[in-house]
């Protein structure tokens, strides 16, 4: 059972570079979400989604894109590079929607991105 | 902002000995959840506790919620140096479609 898979799990882009990170989960979870962890700020959320054709925005969608054509897969999208986005990126997800009260979020092993 | 905020930023403490990290909260939960991050990892899910519980316990763990107070604590006892990590509080908002999280304790257990 792989679980949560991000890739890649690292990459240097240069500034205004488009790159799509990969995020897929086997659990047949509805809720994903994608955040970033940045020295002393803990987790951010960026964007999420509760179902497939589904998304919204966290607290820092600016400058990312997502879409959820399927249950099993939550791409994040960078449109146009900036350092500001160096970081590290989570993938997390959650589920069956039928027990709500579970809450767990199970996630990735992280995605290191670095903006010159 | 953050939701989530724990307390202390940073604790260094020898193997046996027990290990108390705060996290305190601002809105009204449903419940509140304590996760785990080694170093260079993704978070691992430790306890969950809800609102209408006071105090859990799994293994080692022994989680309290003080929902008057709006702050939960996390006890680990006998630590391991393999229990060192950075450890986050986490609630869920809005019907878990959002979770915030805090800052985190950053947990050194020396041998």
């Given at each position: 059972n792989?679980?949560?898979?991000?890739?890649?799990?690292?990459?240097v882009?240069k500034?205004?570079?488009?790159?799509?990170?990969?995020?897929?989960?086997?659990?047949?979870?509805?809720?994903?979400?994608w955040?970033?962890?940045?020295?002393?700020m803990?987790?951010r959320?960026?964007?999420y989604?509760v179902?497939a054709?589904?998304?919204?925005?966290g607290?820092?969608?600016?400058?990312?894109?997502?879409?959820?054509?399927?249950?099993?897969?939550?791409?994040?999208?960078?449109?146009?590079?900036?350092?500001?986005?160096t970081s590290?990126?989570?993938?997390?997800?959650?589920?069956?929607r039928?027990?709500?009260?579970?809450?767990?979020?199970?996630?990735?092993?992280?995605s290191?991105?670095?903006v010159? | 902002?953050?939701?989530?905020?724990?307390?202390?930023?940073?604790?260094?403490?020898?193997?046996?000995?027990?290990?108390t990290?705060?996290?305190?909260?601002?809105?009204?939960?449903?419940?509140?959840?304590?996760?785990?991050?080694n170093?260079?990892?993704?978070?691992?899910?430790?306890?969950?506790?809800?609102?209408?519980?006071?105090?859990?316990?799994?293994?080692?763990?022994?989680?309290?919620l003080?929902?008057?107070?709006?702050s939960?604590?996390?006890?680990?006892?006998?630590?391991?140096?393999?229990d060192?990590?950075?450890?986050?509080?986490?609630?869920?908002?809005?019907?878990?479609?959002?979770?915030y999280?805090?800052?985190?304790?950053k947990?050194?257990?020396?041998?």
């Amino acid at each position: 059972n792989a679980g949560v898979t991000q890739t890649p799990k690292f990459q240097v882009l240069k500034t205004g570079q488009s790159m799509t990170l990969q995020c897929a989960q086997d659990m047949n979870h509805e809720y994903m979400s994608w955040y970033r962890q940045d020295p002393g700020m803990g987790l951010r959320l960026i964007h999420y989604s509760v179902g497939a054709g589904i998304t919204d925005q966290g607290e820092v969608p600016n400058g990312y894109n997502v879409s959820r054509s399927t249950t099993e897969d939550f791409p994040l999208r960078l449109l146009s590079a900036a350092p500001s986005q160096t970081s590290v990126y989570f993938c997390a997800s959650s589920g069956p929607r039928d027990r709500p009260n579970t809450g767990e979020l199970f996630f990735g092993e992280g995605s290191r991105l670095t903006v010159l | 902002s953050q939701q989530g905020e724990e307390d202390p930023q940073a604790l260094s403490i020898q193997e046996g000995e027990n290990a108390t990290m705060n996290c305190s909260y601002k809105t009204s939960i449903n419940n509140l959840q304590w996760y785990r991050q080694n170093s260079g990892r993704g978070l691992v899910h430790l306890i969950l506790i809800r609102s209408n519980e006071r105090e859990k316990h799994s293994g080692r763990l022994r989680v309290t919620l003080d929902t008057s107070k709006k702050s939960s604590s996390l006890l680990i006892t006998a630590s391991r140096a393999a229990d060192t990590a950075s450890y986050f509080c986490a609630t869920p908002l809005y019907n878990f479609n959002k979770f915030y999280f805090g800052s985190g304790t950053k947990l050194n257990v020396k041998p």
